[in-house]
Nanobody
Framework: QVQLVESGGGLVRPGGSLRLSCAAS????????MGWFRQAPGKEREFVAA????????YATDSVKGRFTISRDNAKNTVYLRMNSLKPEDTAVYYC?????????????????WGQGTQVTVSS
């Protein structure tokens, strides 16, 4: 089992920034690629960004490229999502998730463990 706890969400104005954190406990953190997903009301959960086990490779959906950065600190068992230039359409509940196979990082079905989510609201 891997337990994931997200933090760092909140209300921010358009153009602002937030940094989300996801702390992992349980099994060995470095054994998992990590991903961030989001779900807006009435919409399906969608891929945002992912990072490989060692952090050498990162991936992001086109709508956040150049604005969001995923990183991880394996010594702290934590993955981060730095979000800059936030837009109202970024409003959603953000979830972190753990992927044991380090493949198909954009698919929700590749992730075995999920956090409870943290709300991000971008509004003036």
């Amino acid at each position: 089992q891997v337990q994931l706890v997200e933090s760092g969400g909140g209300l921010v104005r358009p153009g602002g920034s937030l940094r989300l954190s996801c702390a992992a406990s349980g099994r060995t953190f470095i054994n998992y690629a990590m991903g961030w997903f989001r779900q807006a009301p009435g919409k399906e959960r969608e891929f945002v960004a992912a990072i490989s086990r060692t952090g050498t490779s990162t991936y992001a959906t086109d709508s956040v490229k150049g604005r969001f950065t995923i990183s991880r600190d394996n010594a702290k068992n934590t993955v981060y999502l730095r979000m800059n230039s936030l837009k109202p359409e970024d409003t959603a509940v953000y979830y972190c998730a753990a992927n044991p196979i380090n493949l198909r990082l954009g698919s929700t079905t590749s992730y075995d463990y999920w956090g409870q989510g943290t709300q991000v609201t971008v509004s003036s």
